[in-house]
């Protein structure tokens, strides 16, 4: 098979492109990524030379150019990660994300149609279901609960698989979305809520809490995830939504104050700051369908993968030293001012 991974210098991507070529040696890889501020080549650099895997750098809204590598590869399955995936930055500037977002996804999708594929699998988001209230736990995110975006980055990736879906029923473009909550782990871009609380207590910085910091987040070990797409390509229905969800709700603040514990830091580093327009109290998946259908459990508990997560940061600094100089400096000062 050859797949076509986008986004595969981003967080998740870049984890799926290694987990795919450790697990399925027979598998070619073609990755494509724009190299945006989130794409980073050195996420990919232990296996750039590897013999079934070819790395195109490539802006997923260019047809053109999408068109050509279609024709010139004719991959058989194409996963979509690409994407402006940080809300805060849609917040700044919504267009990008619907530029990316929804049109990236529509040529994408077309180019398949074109050229024939297998499946096509759209890597998307709990948040476009909004939230939950904080107080009825009882209550989850299931693959028929309506969509209900509160963030111009939700809104675009629901619009995407709107899309999708509409591409399956009009086109009959064999399809499937996976909808997941928070992603955790190595590679993952410092402006996010772990890494960034990481590579601050490190630094001895302060480090800053949206709001009161009870906002609660279902977190899943990235490589958990990987797994599950990896099922769900192979093994999903067609035309259908599975939930990805880690069984494992997490406050913001109990994650931060976990950090400190970790690495030995005092808890009062933390600082609260102005909330996060429109931020999303509680986000929680049910993922009863994929294990019923797939057999997926996440099996990475939360204490293990934060550790795991905690020890790649110690022992990766060159990778995050990149990034947070550079253009991550002004991004940095205008959300928190100075570090
Ligand atoms: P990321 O921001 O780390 O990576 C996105 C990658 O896409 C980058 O490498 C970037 O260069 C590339 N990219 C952006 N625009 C592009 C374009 N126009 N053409 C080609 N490449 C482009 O994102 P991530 O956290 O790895 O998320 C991957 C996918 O998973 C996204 O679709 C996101 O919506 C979804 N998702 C992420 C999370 C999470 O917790 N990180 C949770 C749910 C869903």
Redesign the pocket.
């Known amino acids: 098979m050859k797949i076509l991974v986008?986004?595969?210098?981003?967080?998740?991507?870049?984890n799926f492109v290694h987990y795919m070529l450790q697990q399925h040696r027979e598998d070619q890889i073609l990755c494509?990524?724009?190299?945006?501020y989130?794409?980073?080549l050195s996420t990919l650099a232990d296996v750039l030379d590897q013999d079934n895997l070819t790395f195109v750098r490539?802006?997923?809204?260019d047809r053109e150019g999408i068109y050509n590598l279609f024709e010139k590869e004719r991959p058989d399955i194409v996963i979509?990660?690409?994407?402006?995936?940080?809300v805060d930055r849609s917040i700044e500037n919504p267009e990008i994300f619907l530029?990316?977002?929804i049109i990236?996804t529509s040529v994408l999708m077309d180019a398949c149609r074109k050229y024939g594929i297998v499946r096509y699998h759209q890597?998307?988001?709990?948040?476009v279901y909004g939230d939950l209230p904080l107080d009825r736990p009882d209550l989850f995110f299931t693959e028929t609960t309506p969509l209900h975006t509160s963030s111009p980055?939700s809104s675009s990736?629901a619009g995407a698989d709107l899309l999708v879906l509409a591409y399956h029923r009009t086109y009959g473009l064999p399809v499937t979305i996976s909808?997941?909550?928070?992603?955790?782990g190595p590679y993952?871009?410092p402006e996010?809520l772990i890494p960034l609380m990481i590579i601050n207590a490190l630094h001895d910085q302060p480090l800053p809490v949206y709001g009161d910091g009870l906002n609660v987040r279902d977190w899943l070990y990235v490589e958990d995830h990987c797994k599950a797409i990896d099922l769900i390509v192979r093994k999903g229905r067609t035309g259908e939504v599975y939930n990805v969800g880690g069984h494992n709700e997490m406050r913001n603040i109990d994650i931060v104050k976990l950090i400190c514990q970790e690495l030995h830091k005092p808890e009062s580093l933390i600082t609260h700051v102005t909330d996060r327009k429109g931020h999303d109290r509680r986000y929680a998946i049910d993922p009863t369908k994929i294990h019923d259908e797939l057999g997926w459990l996440p099996e990475t508990t939360f204490t293990t993968g934060l550790k795991k997560t905690i020890q790649w940061y110690l022992t990766h600094e060159a990778w995050w030293q990149d990034i947070i100089s550079g253009e991550y400096q002004q991004y940095y000062q205008n959300m928190y001012g100075g570090r």
């Open positions: 986008t986004g595969g210098a981003g967080f998740i991507g870049g494509v990524d724009k190299l945006t989130a794409g980073n490539l802006d997923i809204c979509n990660f690409a994407a402006e995936s940080h530029q990316t977002n990236g890597v998307s988001t709990d948040e980055y990736k909808r997941c909550s928070n992603n955790y993952h871009f996010k």
